[in-house]
T-cell receptor
Framework: EPEVTQTPSHQVTQMGQEVILRCVPI?????FYWYRQILGQKVEFLVS????????KSEIFDDQFSVERPDGSNFTLKIRSTKLEDSAMYFC?????????????FGPGTRLLVL | GENVEQHPSTLSVQEGDSAVIKCTYS??????FPWYKQELGKRPQLIID?????GEKKDQRIAVTLNKTAKHFSLHITETQPEDSAVYFC??????????FGPGTRLSVLP
């Protein structure tokens, strides 16, 4: 069964550095999402992406964040200047459609630690 | 915007007993309600979902019920097993919007 994959599984970075988190969504899916989960807390929506542009973003997704689909398979989340509070698990998800027609499937996550 | 509450925050049951987790949502326009199971350090995995035109859905030991009038939906796990121990998240989705997750319930199934 196809799955969403993410790399790296763990990332340690210094505060102020840029990080890029990578995701490969399920191949026939059209909608892509990033979520964040701070340790022990709930999953929080960051951004959704469709047709090469952002569909929706939350208040967490400020100017330090950006997303890109650089080719036909990868979907990336860039954090430009990391802060300590960016330490979290970042999940990518994908779905065939948005709304109530299909469900979102999550990748295994990237655990980001900002020192 | 949508707000999802979830109760209880922790739940311990004896193996073989049933577990019930309840979520309430605020936006009456929400129309899709999935439940995710998350084991420690792993991805949320969809275990069951329900759409607003259905009142109940069952899949083996797992069932979900939806009360649109009261704006709540519940996860029912029967004959619990130790491998059911995990954190369970409910979520609500309004078409065209995105998921709002509940805060999670940590279920422990005691052998």
């Amino acid at each position: 069964e196809p799955e969403v994959t993410q790399t790296p599984s763990h990332q340690v970075t210094q505060m102020g550095q840029e990080v890029i988190l990578r995701c490969v969504p399920i191949s026939n899916h059209l909608y892509f999402y990033w979520y964040r989960q701070i340790l022990g807390q709930k999953v929080e929506f960051l951004v959704s992406f469709y047709n090469n542009e952002i569909s929706e973003k939350s208040e967490i997704f400020d100017d330090q964040f950006s997303v890109e689909r650089p080719d036909g398979s990868n979907f990336t989340l860039k954090i430009r200047s990391t802060k300590l509070e960016d330490s979290a698990m970042y999940f990518c998800a994908s779905s065939r459609t948005s709304g109530d027609q299909e469900t979102q499937y999550f990748g295994p996550g990237t655990r980001l630690l900002v020192l | 915007g949508e707000n999802v509450e979830q109760h209880p925050s922790t739940l311990s049951v004896q193996e073989g007993d049933s577990a019930v987790i309840k979520c309430t949502y605020s936006d009456s326009a929400s129309n899709y309600f999935p439940w995710y199971k998350q084991e420690l350090g792993k991805r949320p995995q969809l275990i069951i979902d329900i759409r607003s035109n259905v009142g109940e859905k069952k899949d083996q030991r797992i069932a979900v019920t939806l009360n649109k009038t009261a704006k709540h939906f519940s996860l029912h796990i029967t004959e619990t097993q130790p491998e059911d121990s995990a954190v369970y998240f409910c979520a609500a989705l309004n078409y065209g919007q995105n998921f709002v997750f509940g805060p999670g319930t940590r279920l422990s199934v005691l052998p």
